[in-house]
């Protein structure tokens, strides 16, 4: 047996062996609005739509060096839009790598600089390269 069978129509006699299932409207209901909210999910984290960052790939920049900690490897940018990451125009503070020189950098420095995705569960992103401009 394939399930409950849907009784024939007024005057109409049904096929042998075939089976019409009918789905329950209450299942119906209940799993479209679910499955639609599940696609919706998996579309906004597929598109980066879910936050303003989409992680990834590195990203270069421009911007204005605010605060610079050489001690604990930190630097304060205000930077423009960041279209490779989807990122409006904001003033951060990033982590820099242990390669990048920042002794050239004073508050109000205009710098080009490039951010990568940071390692790790964390996520986020690091400065990886600062180059003075001017």
């Given at each position: 047996m394939c399930g409950r069978r849907r009784p024939p129509a007024a005057g109409s006699v049904p096929a042998k062996g075939i089976c019409a299932v009918q789905p329950r409207s209450?299942?119906?209901?209940t799993r479209r609005p679910l499955t639609m909210a599940a696609a919706a999910?998996?579309?906004l984290t597929l598109t980066g739509a879910a936050g303003h960052a989409q992680?990834?790939?590195a990203a270069i920049a421009t911007g204005t060096v605010q605060k610079v900690d050489a001690a604990g490897r930190m630097l304060s940018l205000a930077h423009g839009p960041i279209p490779a990451i989807r990122w409006p125009a904001m003033t951060m503070d990033f982590p820099v790598t242990p390669g990048v020189d920042l002794s050239a950098l004073t508050p109000g420095r205009q710098v080009?600089?490039?951010l990568a995705p940071r390692p790790g569960a964390g996520g986020g992103y690091v400065v990886t390269r600062v180059v003075p401009k001017g």
């Open positions: 209450k299942d119906m209901t999910a998996a579309l992680q990834g790939s080009e600089f490039t």
